[in-house]
């Protein structure tokens, strides 16, 4: 199993097709010993070449894919941060970006939803209010 580093673009999208190929490959053969190493390859050259960041915190409330499959599993909305941020109208304001996340509020996000508190405690901009 020759497997070389991914040095460029070309090498880059090299390793994408073998992926696609290798896709769902059965764990402990050879092909998905290969697949594995090439998605551990590609995982890095992207996070050193192609760095996401993370969502700011009202983004990560209103999108973290873990809350909203929860809240819809459970048959719940937005109202279900109810006491988990604060009342409903400090639940709204921190939605619409009117007021920033305390400690207490990422604590108990982080908690109740498991959102991930280094996501949380970026700071976020806050809407100027129209006078």
């Known amino acids: 199993m ?7 673009t070309k090498d880059h999208n ?9 896709w769902g490959a059965p764990e402990g053969t050879p092909k998905g010993d290969r697949l594995e190493v090439l998605v551990a390859l590609v995982d890095a050259d992207e996070r050193a070449h192609y760095p996401i960041d ?13 809350v909203r499959f929860r809240l819809e599993q459970q048959g719940l909305d937005q109202r279900a941060l109810i006491g988990v941020i604060g009342n409903r109208t400090r639940v709204y304001e921190v939605l619409r970006g009117d007021r ?6 990422i604590r108990r ?6 959102i991930p508190a280094e996501v949380l405690i970026r700071p976020t901009a806050r809407r100027r209010r129209a006078d």
């Open 109 to 114: 996000l982080h908690k109740r939803f498991g």
């Open 100 to 105: 920033g996340l305390s400690l207490a509020m």
């Open 14 to 22: 090299r390793a994408l097709h073998e992926i696609e190929e290798l």
């Open 54 to 66: 993370p969502p700011n915190p009202i983004d990560a409330i209103r999108a973290q894919s873990r």
């Open 2 to 8: 020759e497997i070389r580093p991914i040095r460029n």
